[in-house]
């Protein structure tokens, strides 16, 4: 359930920034959709580095130290 909230919130970002891309070409910057594109990709990264950081501290995802 955990690997897959983290993979939502990535392609959650990855959509946004996508969303983005296209508001700025079609808009050519002159609305106020890609600032808003921007300020939900950055709250969606900022949750999922959240999810990341809490899930190592209680345990529930581990990392693999490499050899």
Do not use: C, E, Y
């Not at 920034?17 to 910057?29: A, T």
């Not at 580095?49 to 990392?63: E, R």
Request: hydrophobic share 60%; glycine share 6%; no cysteine.
């Amino acid at each position: 359930m955990l690997k897959a909230l983290i993979i939502f919130l990535m392609l959650a970002v990855i959509i946004s920034l996508f969303s983005g891309l296209f508001f700025l070409i079609k808009d050519g910057g002159k609305t106020n959709r890609v600032v808003n594109s921007l300020a939900v990709r950055v709250t969606l990264s900022v949750l999922l580095l959240a999810v990341i950081l809490l899930s190592l501290w209680q345990g529930s995802l581990t990392l693999h130290p490499t050899p």
